[in-house]
Each structure stands twice: as structure tokens, then as C-alpha cells.
């Protein structure tokens, strides 16, 4: 009876900005008033879910907050204020705060506008690329495996350090594939994701992916490690737990947490072989929502195909060989995602084996990052 109590007292400041606006100014005293209404009491564990866990500063759409300092606890988790220092890099700002009980978010937003006078300065930050790659799957059979998803990974971050030199400060790689010292299991992706929350305001992340993926009836996605059970991936289809998957909300978790321009690049191939699909279309929707860009290799049912003749996954070759000069369509020297993603979809449509069928990449790229600079555009 209790969680419903809760969930209606979540309802009420969802539906109600008057109620939110109060709950935001003060969680506690907002649930202590409303508390005295209802006949049923909340538990001391429910009344501490509703604290405040942690919270956010944005500025034009990306997270300036950088994940060592989000976390609120004690007298913070009722009611808290942060004097911060940000940089303004244009001379319109938006800026956003959101503050997150792991329920609801409350959030709050101001405008400043530069005068005429003053130029913002372009901070160069810093560039981490995590990478994955999974070719060899040690508990499922063997025609599970994968040909090139491993050395996608290494190829795809090794691009994007050498192509990166003269857009960021430093580039910091991590990769895990079947050929890399630390293999991509569950466990070690997962350590593996706390790497990306170093970054701060003026730096970029990237994850790359690359293995088998699968989509419950929900649209909830799965990344399949090297160490993944096959009762597992059948499990994850029929909806139910599966321990030895990575869910998607483990990357979008990791990239929420982040600070910066955030990326996430998936080529998981269509496995029908593991009794699973991989739809896009949720994936995407929920990057939207996350405001990070999203680009995935192939939408619905079609099958992200493996290009022999260039020894890689055929999305992967494609955009590795979108980031060079010649896809600046604009000439400002530098290849944005937009036009790195323009560049390589002719590539794929073209590379692809057109007896498997259809492959249509698919990218989501919220308003705030659409001429977001990936790397320069060396001549």
C-alpha cells in the first residue's frame, strides 16, 4: 500500500507544476505537507528515495557538472545551493539545472546573453574514446562469433586519436576488444565505463560498440559481452533478467554522468543467430531524451553486415572513412557529425551486399550539438 502511496505522491508532481515547483524549492517540508492528507504514512526508507541524489548545470544543451561533483547527501539531499563558475562559450546561453532524486528530476533555467563587446573564448578540451569490440563469444557456439567487431574498436578509437590532433588538448583511449590485454566481458566493460566520467565541461566522450545487440519485447537493448550466456539472450528476449548482458541503461548512465559533448556510436550486428533482433528506434528515442547524439549502424530488422573486403563492419568502415577532408562540406576545416554521418551513408548504400538486403544508418543529433566539430579536417 505504501508504494502506492508513493507513486501517487510522484504522480501529483508530475502533473502539477504548482506542486513541482514547490517540491523542488523544498522536498522535505512539500512530502511532510502532503503526507498529513493521506491516510497512509510513507516509510522512513521511501520518505529518504524521495532526497535529492545528485544534480547538474547545462549550458546550450551540455552537461558542465563534471560527475565528481553531482552527488548530494546529508542536508544537500533536502535542500542545497552551489556558487559555480562556468565558461560561456557563445553569446547566447541557455542555462539549465536539474536536480535528480533517481525518480523525478526538478529542474530550473536561466538565460545570459554576453554583451556586444565581448568575444567568448574556444576552450580546446580533451578527447576520450572508449571502445568495444567483441568478436569471440567463450560460452556460446561458434557460429555465434564475429569476424571484425574487435578490430573495429581498436581501429575506431586509433581514427579518432590520430584525426583528433589539432581539434582537442590530449586524447585518452581505452580499449577493450578480444585482442586488448583487458578483455570486453560484462564486468570489465562495466569498470570500464567510469572511464568516460573524467572528462570535464570543454571535453568531448565517445563510445564505441561493436558485438551482437538485442531488443526486448519493451525496446529495452542489450549489448552482448564476450562472457554472455545464451540463456541469458534468450531470457532478455522474452523480457526477463539476464545477468550476464549489458543493459542500455548502463551506457546511458555512464554518458548522463559525463560531463561535455558526449557520443555514442553503436554497430551491433542484427543477431537472429542468438535468438534476438536489435531495434534501433528505442535506442534512439531515449538518446533524444538524454540529449547526447546517438548514431546507430542499421534501423529495425535489417542486418548490420560485415564488409570482408575491407576487413571491418561495413557502418564502421563507412565512417571511419567519412572523418577526412573531403566530407567537410562546409569548408571550415574541421568534419562535423553531421557531415561525417552525410558522408558515410552513400558508403554503406554502395559497400553493402544487396542480397542481404537493406542497411540504413540512422543518427539522432539533438539541435544544441548538430554542428558539433568531431575532428579537424586535415588536408
Not at 547545462?58 to 548530494?72: A, D, H, K, M, Q
Not at 574487435?150 to 590520430?162: C, E, F, G
Not at 542489450?222 to 539476464?242: N, W
Request: glycine content about 6%; some cysteine; overall charge negative.
Amino acid at each position: 500500500m505504501s508504494k502506492y502511496l508513493m507513486n501517487k505522491l510522484i504522480h501529483l508532481v508530475n502533473m502539477d507544476e504548482k506542486a513541482e515547483e514547490r517540491y523542488c524549492a523544498n522536498p522535505r517540508a512539500f512530502v511532510d505537507e502532503w503526507e498529513k492528507t493521506q491516510k497512509l504514512k510513507l516509510t522512513p526508507e521511501e520518505r529518504e528515495a524521495l532526497a535529492i541524489k545528485d544534480y547538474a548545470v547545462f549550458v546550450n544543451g551540455i552537461p558542465v557538472t563534471p560527475t565528481r561533483e553531482r552527488g548530494l547527501s546529508g542536508g544537500d539531499a533536502d535542500r542545497f545551493v552551489r556558487t559555480v563558475d562556468i565558461d560561456l562559450s557563445a553569446m547566447a546561453n541557455e542555462i539549465r539545472v536539474e536536480a535528480f532524486n533517481g525518480v523525478s528530476m526538478g529542474t530550473a533555467e536561466a538565460y545570459i546573453g554576453l554583451p556586444s563587446d565581448v568575444r567568448p573564448a574556444q576552450i580546446e578540451g580533451n578527447l576520450y574514446v572508449l571502445a568495444v569490440g567483441v568478436n569471440v563469444f567463450s560460452k556460446l557456439p561458434a557460429n555465434f562469433n564475429l569476424a571484425f567487431a574487435a578490430k573495429d574498436a581498436q581501429v575506431m578509437a586509433a581514427t579518432l586519436q590520430q584525426r583528433g590532433v589539432g581539434r582537442y588538448a590530449q586524447t585518452f583511449v581505452k580499449v577493450l576488444s578480444d585482442d586488448s590485454a583487458e578483455q570486453p566481458t560484462r564486468a570489465a566493460i562495466l569498470a570500464a565505463l567510469q572511464f568516460v566520467q573524467q572528462g570535464g565541461p570543454n571535453d568531448t566522450v565517445v563510445i564505441f560498440l561493436a558485438s551482437h545487440g538485442i531488443t526486448d519485447k519493451a525496446g529495452n537493448y542489450y549489448f552482448v559481452p564476450r562472457d554472455a550466456d545464451r540463456e541469458d539472450i534468450v531470457a532478455a528476449q522474452r523480457g526477463e533478467k539476464s545477468q550476464s548482458l549489458v543493459s542500455w541503461t548502463s551506457f546511458f548512465e555512464a554518458l548522463r554522468g559525463a560531463a561535455g559533448r558526449r557520443l555514442l556510436i553503436v554497430d551491433t550486428c542484427h543477431a537472429g543467430r542468438a535468438e534476438g533482433s536489435f531495434d534501433s528506434h528505442s535506442l534512439m528515442k531515449r538518446s533524444a531524451a538524454s540529449l547526447f547524439p546517438l548514431i546507430v549502424a542499421s534501423k529495425g530488422e535489417e542486418r548490420s553486415q560485415e564488409y570482408e573486403n575491407g576487413q571491418h563492419g561495413l557502418f564502421t568502415y563507412a565512417l571511419m572513412n567519412a572523418l577526412v577532408p573531403a566530407a567537410d562540406a562546409d569548408g571550415d576545416r574541421f568534419v562535423s557529425l553531421k557531415e561525417a554521418f552525410a558522408f558515410a551513408v552513400p558508403i554503406v548504400d554502395d559497400l553493402r551486399n544487396k542480397s542481404v538486403g537493406g542497411q540504413t544508418p540512422q543518427m539522432v543529433l539533438p539541435r544544441v550539438l548538430a554542428d558539433f566539430a568531431l575532428v579537424r579536417a586535415v588536408r
